[in-house]
């Protein structure tokens, strides 16, 4: 029997000390709100629940890696990790997109308009050059205004440069990359909530665990590389 790609992707330390040590509030940036990918997702502009959680890192723990290949590596582990690889997807041999989680590559992102699972779809994409001089994002929709549940994933990368310390003149503060998960989900067809209160705990929960399943991506690779 074959081993599903995303037993591969276990928990590690990794993943749990993203887990417990990720920051989370429950609302996104009205960058995020207002994107043109938000526009795609809730023409309507109904009402949202929206949550986000990051992390930061030291820029040397990164060091080496672009803003390109941070996304790719938190995408494919987002998307090929034991959370969502847990869920079950019906393929359609007749349309052109991914429906393998090994299939999502970790090296590059995927081009806009790329579909993934039949769910979800690549709306937008920006990333910054050269790295740091701003935010680079991507952006994932899902759902359809055929029904009561749709929304946006954005995975973005910020990073912080070194500034002086408060404290002393001569020491610096070291330089942070921030990596986040912002999200929204909508009812495009009725302008009510798309889940019901008790949904909103065990999406947070769910959201932290994707969150660090991407982020085991990204250290792993850096460790095996």
């Known amino acids: 029997m ?18 417990y040590n990720c920051n ?3 609302y996104a940036r009205d960058g995020f709100l207002t994107s043109q990918s938000a526009e795609f997702v809730n023409p309507h ?7 986000t959680v990051w992390q930061d890192f030291d820029a040397e723990t990164l060091a080496g890696m672009s803003d390109s290949k941070i996304l790719s590596k938190f ?11 847990m869920e079950d997807f019906t393929q359609d041999a007749h349309l052109p997109e991914i429906w393998r989680s090994s299939e999502v590559p970790d090296n590059e992102l995927c081009d806009v308009g ?6 979800f779809q690549l709306l937008n994409k920006h990333i910054s050059e050269p790295s ?13 205004d055929n029904y009561s549940f749709a929304g946006c994933h954005r995975f973005s990368v910020t990073r912080h440069q070194a500034t002086p310390d408060s404290t002393s003149e001569t020491e610096q503060s070291k330089s942070q990359i921030r990596i986040s998960l912002e999200g929204f989900t909508c009812n495009p067809s009725t302008n009510k909530p798309p889940v019901p209160e008790i949904g909103k705990w065990f999406h947070a929960l769910y959201a932290r665990a994707l969150f660090a399943n991407g ?11």
């Open 132 to 144: 740091g001089s701003e935010m680079s994002y991507v952006d994932y929709g899902f759902g359809s």
């Open 2 to 19: 074959s081993t599903k790609p995303w037993l591969r992707m276990l928990p590690r330390k990794s993943f749990l000390d993203s887990f």
């Open 75 to 85: 995408t494919s582990g987002f998307f090929g990790g034991f959370v969502f690889g």
């Open 215 to 225: 982020v085991q991506a990204i250290l792993e690779s850096r460790r095996s590389g």
């Open 114 to 119: 790329t579909k993934l699972f039949g769910t």
């Open 24 to 26: 989370s509030v429950n």
């Open 45 to 51: 502009h109904h009402m949202v629940i929206s949550d």
